[in-house]
C-alpha cells in the first residue's frame, strides 16, 4: 500500500489517499495535477510506501518523537504538480535528502511551488520534465521506495 498526500489552496490540513496500483497512482496524479494547473497553483505531492504516515510529535534531546509512529522511518519521494517542470526529492529512511539535478548550472531563478500551504522554492538546477518525475513516482510505487533510477541526483553538494 503507498499513501500519497497533499494540501490544495484553502486547506488547512494534509489530503491523504491510498493506492495500489499504478493506474491509482496515475490517476490520482492526473487529477492532482489538473486541478493545481487550473488552480495555478503547483504544490507538493508526498508519496510514502506504507499505511500511515507518522504524526506529529515532539522534541526529544536530539531526536524527533512522532506522537504515533506510523510504519515507522520509510522512504519518502516528493514532486510538484501542476507546474510544466518540477523538483524531486527522495528521502531515505533516516532522512537524508537527495534532489534531483536538471540541467541549468544556476540557482535562479528559482521555482516557486506550496508545501503545506506555504510558500516553498527550489533551485533551478533540480527542476526536471514533469514526465520524468512522474516516471520517478512510478519507479518509487513499484519498488517500495527505492531511490529512482530514471533521475541524476544531487548528492553531495556539487552541480
Do not use: K
Request: glycine share 10%; with cysteine.
Amino acid at each position: 500500500m503507498t499513501l500519497i498526500m497533499w494540501r490544495g489552496p484553502g486547506q488547512v490540513s494534509d489530503q491523504q489517499q491510498h493506492i495500489q496500483t499504478p493506474g491509482e497512482l496515475d490517476a490520482t496524479l492526473d487529477r492532482l495535477h489538473s486541478q493545481a494547473t487550473a488552480d495555478r497553483y503547483p504544490q507538493y505531492i508526498l508519496i510514502y510506501p506504507g499505511d500511515c504516515y507518522p504524526e506529529d510529535g515532539h522534541g526529544e534531546a536530539d531526536r524527533w518523537v512522532p506522537a504515533d509512529p506510523g510504519d515507522g522511518p520509510r522512504p519518502e519521494l516528493v514532486l510538484t504538480i501542476g507546474a510544466v517542470d518540477s523538483p524531486v526529492y527522495w528521502y531515505e529512511r533516516d532522512g537524508r535528502e537527495h534532489a534531483s539535478q536538471g540541467t541549468a548550472h544556476d540557482e535562479e531563478p528559482e521555482f516557486e511551488y506550496f508545501c503545506g500551504g506555504q510558500q516553498s522554492y527550489a533551485p533551478a538546477w533540480s527542476l526536471i520534465p514533469h514526465e520524468q518525475a512522474r516516471e520517478a513516482a512510478r519507479q518509487f510505487v513499484a519498488t517500495g521506495g527505492q531511490r529512482p533510477d530514471n533521475i541524476t541526483w544531487h548528492d553531495d553538494g556539487t552541480r
